[in-house]
């Protein structure tokens, strides 16, 4: 074990959120150990502002309740606490052990850990925890940094290591195969040499992950600011079929495919470093628009109506990645709308048009058509035409859809969408 002293590392107090401190310091008082450890230690050394800031204790959960009135205890797989200051919610979990030697810690065949509710000491914890970064303890009763591992040196090297052997420790917890690429793609940390092989071989196993918690691994991949470089990742460790499997087309052998989701990522980046809100449902849009349209145009001759056939394309693609995602109703309602709108963006005379301009959902639905334009799936005059005409005046617009002009732009019509009627006046 290695301790870092104060003067000895740059975290000072004022890095840290005056919440998170609060917590501390009231775990301390009341005769606790408490820590700051996770992505808020690591951050800080790294002079990035952390995301959240996590808390380890000896406490138990019913004693951090008994410290804050403003306390809730919650526990999927393990109980933790949550104290509420506002919208800033700090997360107090209580030193968790091994459970190795005791048969407490139940497993299933793959090596996935099925239960894990056994307390232990600060030791154990950092044993436990995923990689060496990860697992730095900033101590409040004497401001210094608790190293178990080698995680101090590994944040300087910009290393990212798994504590333990990694094969056992993906079977254990196949989500940490995503965490690394995670931490990989926001920290510009490389991968060590002996987790590259166990990811590559091992990404099967995030098959068996329930549903309702790869959604959320899957969404915090993707939020972070570097979506672009995680989908890089992903692929280079061949992961990514394993995320969206309704959606595994072969993306190698797709270079429109692969610009596409390239775009969107960019985008997204973009979006998320601007302080822009991005949308579960238009990524989701994106990652299964591959399967969806497949659904899609194979149906066409059949359903005769293209929004029809999206829809059952929709239903049918939504079925088959539950079973790996568990994606809330609140991300299928929106989703379902950016994909049928994509149709009613070739019907460009009448009322329509106006009509699907003032679409609560417009803008999303919008924004996907201009991407599928810009890899040249879609016209990209089609594409222009719905730019120009949002920011038209009332008697250009007017003009935009009057028949005649549809008449003219009718020669050209899009090779991929073919199937898509352009309508006219209802
Ligand atoms: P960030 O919050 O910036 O995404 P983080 O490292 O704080 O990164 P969290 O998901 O908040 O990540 O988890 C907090 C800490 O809990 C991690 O730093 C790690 O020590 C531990 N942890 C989280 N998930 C796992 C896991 N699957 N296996 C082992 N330890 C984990
Ligand atoms: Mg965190």
Request: aromatic share 10%; glycine share 6%.
């Amino acid at each position: 074990m290695m301790i870092i002293a104060r003067p000895d590392h740059n975290i000072s107090r004022n890095s840290i959120s005056p919440h998170a401190l609060k917590v501390l310091y009231r775990l301390k008082n009341a005769g606790y150990e408490a820590y700051l450890v996770g992505g808020g230690v690591r951050d800080v050394l790294l002079g990035k502002q952390p995301k959240d800031f996590d808390i380890a204790t000896n406490a138990h959960p019913e004693d951090v309740s008994r410290v804050f009135r403003n306390c809730r205890l919650i526990g999927r797989r393990f109980r933790l606490a949550h104290v509420y200051f506002g919208r800033e919610i700090i997360e107090v979990a209580t030193f968790r052990g091994s459970g190795n030697d005791d048969g407490l810690r139940e497993t299933n065949q793959e090596g996935r850990i099925l239960h894990d509710n056994v307390y232990g000491t600060l030791e154990e914890d950092a044993e436990r925890r995923d990689f060496t970064i990860n697992a730095l303890y900033y101590n409040i009763s004497d401001f210094s940094i608790v190293d178990f591992s080698t995680g101090y040196q590994d944040i300087a090297d910009a290393q990212l290591r798994l504590i333990g052997d990694p094969e056992t420790r993906f079977r254990e917890d196949p989500v940490r195969m995503i965490r690394a690429i995670r931490f990989a793609a926001k920290l510009d940390f490389i991968i060590e040499d002996q987790c590259v092989e166990p990811i590559k071989t091992l990404g099967g196993l995030l098959l068996d992950v329930p549903p309702a918690r790869m959604f959320d691994e899957v969404l915090k991949l993707f939020l972070h600011g570097h979506a672009l470089a995680s989908f890089h990742l992903l692929r280079e460790y061949k992961l990514y079929d394993y995320l969206f499997p309704a959606s595994k087309d072969n993306i190698d052998e797709d270079p429109q495919l692969r610009a596409f989701l390239e775009k969107a990522m960019r985008n997204t980046d973009v979006r998320v470093n601007a302080g822009k809100p991005v949308t579960p449902a238009f990524l989701f849009a994106v990652f299964l628009w591959a399967g969806a349209k497949q659904v899609a145009t194979g149906k066409t001759e059949h359903l005769g109506s293209w929004i029809e056939s999206i829809q059952l394309a929709c239903d049918a693609t939504v079925k088959q990645q539950q079973k790996h995602t568990a994606i809330p109703k609140r991300v299928i309602h929106p989703m379902r709308e950016i994909w049928t709108m994509q149709p009613r963006f070739f019907q460009r005379t009448g009322k329509r048009p106006l009509r699907l301009l003032s679409h609560p959902k417009f803008r999303a639905g919008y924004d996907f058509f201009l991407l599928r334009s810009q890899v040249g799936e879609v016209d990209p005059e089609v594409a222009k035409w719905w730019t120009d005409l949002q920011v038209a005046s009332e008697a250009e617009q007017r003009k935009m859809v009057a028949p005649k002009h549809t008449q003219r732009k009718k020669k050209a019509k899009p090779k991929s969408e073919s199937t898509a009627p352009e309508e006219h006046d209802d």
